[in-house]
Nanobody, 120 residues
Framework: QVQVVESGGGSVQPGESLKLSCAAS????????MGWYRQAPGMQRDVVAT???????DYHDSVKGRFAISRDNVKNTIYLQMNNLRPEDTAVYYC??????????????WGQGTQVTVSS
């Protein structure tokens, strides 16, 4: 079994910053892509940022220049530094981890989500 645990959510005012963390553990042979997704009430889950095993990153247009994703392959952990937060960033943020090899290659494991609320 694979465990994916997010942390770092909270409530902030517009313009402030938060840093999310996501750690993967358990029976996972290797990890390829990891990423952050978010889902606002009544909306579908959308990608925020992804990072490959070699550090290639991709961002949703709405967060470019404000958010930064990073990765520690030793710790199987990714981070999302969120700066200049806006009310429209309010959502539950989910971490996704993709198996990179073995019989479970391509399997995506999800965390339970962490709430981010941006409000004045």
């Amino acid at each position: 079994q694979v465990q994916v645990v997010e942390s770092g959510g909270g409530s902030v005012q517009p313009g402030e910053s938060l840093k999310l963390s996501c750690a993967a553990s358990g029976s996972i042979s290797s990890i390829s892509a990891m990423g952050w997704y978010r889902q606002a009430p009544g909306m579908q889950r959308d990608v925020v940022a992804t990072i490959s095993s070699v550090g290639n990153t991709d961002y949703h247009d709405s967060v470019k220049g404000r958010f930064a994703i990073s990765r520690d392959n030793v710790k199987n952990t990714i981070y999302l530094q969120m700066n200049n937060l806006r009310p429209e960033d309010t959502a539950v943020y989910y971490c996704a981890v993709t198996e990179g090899a073995g019989p479970m290659r391509g399997q995506i494991w999800w965390g339970q989500g962490t709430q981010v609320t941006v409000s004045s």
